[in-house]
């Protein structure tokens, strides 16, 4: 096994740059490959063959136009780190004293990829017209692998990434970028901030920093959700060499001339896939294809509903959180070769980076769940985002047939508080103004019921507990004898109003208990309550709540004597 696995990291090797980035993702998949192979795989992260040394030093001072000793008091003899496209060695620059990290690219390096995917988009050609079960157009994959490759390339271009992801992703305390030194950056030569790390794969060596795997995995994956579903532009080559733990315990971002960038529409409808997901909505799920530019709007999806719920049936049988995400993607790619399914590019880099670190997870723990992971950043976009996708999304998960799902609400405030980012002002504002939007009349009779439903339980379950509390002798007094006690409710009926309100209140228990909680911060809520929208609500939830009441009043005045039949 060893020998085999030293052998095809050979050949990856021998093959050149492109086919060492399909051993890099091949590295950080032990669901995969034996330990031998993710073992030898992962050498091809940062341990390439060099090029010579005179060379590298050659290209820097031909770029830089300057030489060597008037930009650096001290460089690296040898490279620190060797990758498909470039080596790295650590300077101090001369100026300043700050040591670099400079990467140089390796020479002739346009050649070799060039053939690459010149034969690989001839293979792409073959399969379209020969393959039958593979239905995305292949050479547009091969020509988007193409086109992210060749980006990397311009170095200029990479430092421009790195700046970009870091305003956009870096204000959080463990996620850590380094700064570009634009005056020794060219398009073959890239000079940055040193950072001190150890890759994510090297657990034993993280744990010796008294510093936790699975810590940082969770902070890889959080910040893939905001890359991914938040502002849209993500990391598309997160192998192990490209993410460092440092000493401190920040997550260091490395390496970012593959980018990518997910579709504002996309990023709502994945989010509302997974709520349909959730719900067992087979009928929205393949609608969503249409959101996903998976499927083109001619395309009629109804024989895809039976195929994702065979599938999804029997994966939900567990719960959802217990689902791993290879699995999902296994069963969806069953699904997607049966049907007309048009995979873009960049949801195939998404998989790619989702993979990447659920692959990682499963070192430190083999029963580790992306989905679990992911649900508390799930719960806090569905409870405070105002786009109208994921308010509708929201309403879908909360509502079933024409009853509002408190635990549903529960769990999500759970899970939502585990965010962050998470405050209780953003997740009751915006489902306000939704529910006092002139267009939101069929929202508001739902809530107008449900309000009287809570009131009801709110008012009787009290006057339940206080009847329960008194001695038993009082009780039958009260009841006149009638085992059912004075309020014309059965066992069952108590149990669930008691159910109800105690659901209720833990709710609003959870937002009081939220750390950022001021009663300052329902001013805002007071104001719309003012709005004449929210008056009429209310008048309509007491005079529903009245007559409630009113008609159990009467069951009490009416009630049959006990011993005689009511029928």
Known sequence: MRMRAVELRGILTR???????????????????????????????????????????????????LPLESIFSAISPSPIAAASLGQVYKARLKYSGQVVAVKVQRPRIEEAIGLDFYLLRGLGFLINKYVDFISSDVVALMDEFARRVYQELNYVQEGQNARRFKKLYADRQDILVPDIFWDYTSVKVLTM????????????????????????????????????????????????????????????????????????????????????????????MARDYYALDFLSSDVDVSPIVPALKNFFD???????????????????????????????????????????LEGLALYADPNF??????????????????????????????????????????????????????????????????????????????VVKEAVYVTEAVVLGTMINSYNSIPEFMRTLISNGNPIGPFKLNHDEQERMLELRDRVFRIWSLLRSSENFDPSLLQ??????????????????????????????????????????SQ
């Open 369 to 446: 769940k992306v989905l679990a992971a992911s649900y508390p950043y799930f719960a806090k976009r569905l409870l405070t985002d105002p786009n109208p996708y994921l308010r509708d999304a929201l309403i879908e998960l909360l509502f079933k047939d024409g009853r509002f799902r408190w635990n549903r609400l529960e769990n999500l405030l759970v899970q939502g508080r585990q965010d962050r980012d998470f405050t209780t002002k953003e997740a009751l504002q915006p489902v306000l103004k939704l529910l006092l939007d002139p267009e939101g009349e069929e929202l508001r009779v739902l």
């Open 193 to 284: 901030d040193w950072v001190d790390g150890v890759k994510l794969n090297e657990q034993e060596a993280i744990e010796k920093q008294g510093l936790k795997l699975l810590d940082l995995v969770n902070t890889g994956i959080q910040c893939s959700l905001r890359q991914l579903l938040e502002y849209g532009y993500f990391h598309a080559d997160p192998h192990p060499g490209n993410l460092l733990a440092t000493p401190e315990g920040k997550l260091a971002f490395l390496d970012f001339g593959m980018m990518s960038e997910t579709p504002e529409e996309a990023r709502c409808a994945i989010i509302g896939h997974i709520v349909h997901m959730v719900n067992r909505d087979y009928e929205a």
């Open 15 to 65: 093959l050149g740059p492109t086919f060492v980035k399909i051993g890099q993702g091949l590295s950080t998949r032990p669901d995969i490959c034996p330990p031998e192979f993710l073992e030898e795989l992962s050498e091809l992260q940062d341990a390439l063959p060099t090029f010579p040394d005179a060379e590298a030093f050659s290209c820097i001072e031909k770029e830089l136009e």
């Open 524 to 565: 805002p809520i007071l104001q719309v309550l003012q709005e004449p929208e929210a008056r009429n609500l209310g008048n309509r939830v007491v005079g529903g709540v009245t007559q409630r009441l009113a008609a159990r009043l009467l069951q009490q005045i009416l009630r049959s004597p006990v011993g005689v039949s």
């Open 314 to 356: 029997d994966a939900l049988n567990s719960t959802v959180s217990e689902l791993n995400f290879k699995t999902i993607v296994d069963g969806l790619g069953a699904v997607l070769y049966q049907y007309p399914f048009d995979v873009p590019a960049y949801y195939a880099l998404i998989l790619r980076s989702l993979t990447v």
